[in-house]
């Protein structure tokens, strides 16, 4: 059963501002014949593309954490009751726009410690669980970045030493039915090893570097690559709300899938428009 969509605010909208923010429907910018890109908000989806039956959603939300994207069409450093309560809008609009039998793949970290200690991902599994979305499992990525290891709290010391977990989770939830038997003679690309190794889910792999993708918080191909097909079939619809630098679209592509990202930001919109179009021209000169 569909979410009811919570009516966004108006008051915290700038009619007169001539830069997208949170609240605008988001508008087509570009369109292959796999891949189209959306500029806007990804919590008012569903008045742009009504019921767009994603098959598989795969991103990774901002997380309150203070990043700099760029412009004040986002502020990542809301306090954190009404960052919470942004979620709760656009996971409702994911299972709006999601196929009865759609699933969602959500990357975001296990703690925050910005502000305080912050069980950022059981609030997620909560608040998607609360709009209607179904719990199937969790995955653990570990990045293998300690570099993240800076606060100790009492140092040897019991009076109050600081746990940290250097890895991200990425929460697997579905609409209405998880079981998707395959249709028409189609079946899945996943291999025997990859299937093997997949489905145990610590994953182990490094994350991607902002520097050399231009954007301050990409993920790997690797993650989305592996969840696709995992999740899905050859000429699905894959769908990233939170598009970025357009890594979910790539892998997408490159796995005959169709996609759809959305993104707030028009220069992240245009680093995914150019990667894109890169990775069409490749996959055209391959065949
Ligand atoms: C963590 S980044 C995603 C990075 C992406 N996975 C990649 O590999 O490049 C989150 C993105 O969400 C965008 N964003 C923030 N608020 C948004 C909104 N309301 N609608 C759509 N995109 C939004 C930010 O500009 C940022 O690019």
Redesign the pocket.
């Known amino acids: 059963m569909s979410a009811v969509l919570t009516p966004l605010p108006s008051d915290g909208r700038d009619e007169s501002a001539d830069r997208p923010q ?1 609240g605008d429907v988001p508008t087509r910018l570009h369109a292959s014949a796999l891949s189209e890109v959306w500029l ?4 008012r989806l569903t008045e742009a593309v009504g019921d767009l039956g994603a098959n598989l959603i795969v ?5 309150a954490l203070g990043v700099d ?2 412009q004040t ?2 502020a990542d450093d809301q306090p954190y009751a009404e960052y919470l309560r942004w979620v709760h809008r ?1 996971a409702a609009t994911l299972l709006d726009v999601a196929a009865p039998d759609g699933r969602a793949c959500i990357n975001i970290p296990l703690d925050s410690n910005k502000g305080g200690k912050r069980a950022i991902y059981a609030d997620y599994l909560r608040i998607f669980q609360e709009v209607g979305w179904t719990y199937q499992t969790s995955i653990v990525w570990n990045e293998q970045n300690i570099s993240r290891r800076t606060a100790w709290g009492s140092w040897m010391s019991p009076s109050a030493p600081f746990v940290t977990a250097p890895v991200e989770m990425i929460a697997v939830f579905y609409k209405d039915t998880f079981r998707r038997p395959s249709r028409g003679g189609r079946r899945g690309d996943i291999t025997r090893d990859e299937f093997l190794a997949w489905t145990l889910g610590t994953w182990t792999f490094a994350g ?1 570097n902002p520097r050399r ?1 231009g ?1 301050p ?3 790997p191909e690797e993650l989305p690559r592996r969840l696709i097909k995992l999740y899905s079939y050859p000429e699905d619809l894959v769908l ?9 679209l790539i892998a997408a592509m490159r796995l005959g899938r169709r996609s759809v990202g ?4 028009p220069q ?1 919109c245009d680093l995914t428009v150019r990667n894109v179009t890169a990775a069409n021209a490749s996959l055209e000169a391959v065949s």
């Open positions: 949170t806007g908000d990804s919590a991103t990774s939300p901002p997380y994207y760029g069409s986002y656009w991607a993708v954007h918080a990409p993920f990233d709300p939170f598009v970025g630098s357009g890594t979910t959305v993104e707030i930001n992240f």
